[in-house]
C-alpha cells in the first residue's frame, strides 16, 4: 500500500538547518508530484512546496521561497526538504503527500484537500 515516512526532524537553532526526508513505497515514485506542508496546533495544514516528477519543476510558498530547497531521488524513493535560516515561526509538524499526477498542479499544490495520502509528520522546532 501507499506509504510515505518524514524523518529528520528535530531542534535546531534559529539561523540554523535541517533537512527533512520523505521516504516513499508502495507506489513509483518517479510518477508522482510530492508535496511539503506543516501545521501547528490549531492551525490549518499550511502548504509550503512541491516537485515534480520528470523535469523536476518546483514550486515555493513565498514565505520559505530562498530558504527552503526540495529534491528528490527517485532511485532511492526519497524526496527531502532542505531548510535553511530557519526561523522560530517555522516550528511545526511536518508532513509530506502524494501529488494525484506526474506534475505539480500550480493552482492547487498548496491546498491539503488536493492531496489523499500523507506521511505521519515529523516535529521541527525553532528556538534558541
Known amino acids: 500500500q501507499v506509504q510515505l515516512a518524514e524523518s529528520g526532524g528535530g531542534l535546531a537553532q534559529p539561523g540554523g538547518a535541517l533537512r527533512l526526508s520523505c521516504t516513499t513505497s508502495?507506489?513509483?515514485?518517479?510518477?508522482?508530484?510530492i508535496a511539503w506542508f506543516r501545521q501547528v496546533p490549531g492551525k490549518e495544514r499550511e502548504g509550503l512546496s512541491c516537485?515534480?516528477?520528470?523535469?523536476?519543476?518546483?514550486y515555493y510558498r513565498d514565505s520559505v521561497k530562498g530558504r527552503f530547497t526540495v529534491s528528490r531521488d527517485n532511485v532511492n524513493n526519497t524526496v527531502y526538504l532542505q531548510m535553511n535560516s530557519l526561523k522560530p515561526e517555522d516550528t511545526a509538524v511536518y508532513y509530506c503527500?502524494?501529488?494525484?499526477?506526474?506534475?505539480?498542479?500550480?493552482?492547487?499544490?498548496?491546498?491539503?484537500?488536493?492531496?489523499?495520502?500523507w506521511g505521519q509528520g515529523t516535529q521541527v522546532t525553532v528556538s534558541s
Open positions: 503527500a502524494l501529488d494525484r499526477t506526474t506534475y505539480c498542479s500550480p493552482t492547487y499544490y498548496l491546498r491539503p484537500d488536493w492531496y489523499s495520502y
Open positions: 516537485i515534480s516528477s520528470g523535469d523536476g519543476t518546483t
Open positions: 508502495g507506489f513509483t515514485l518517479g510518477y508522482y508530484a
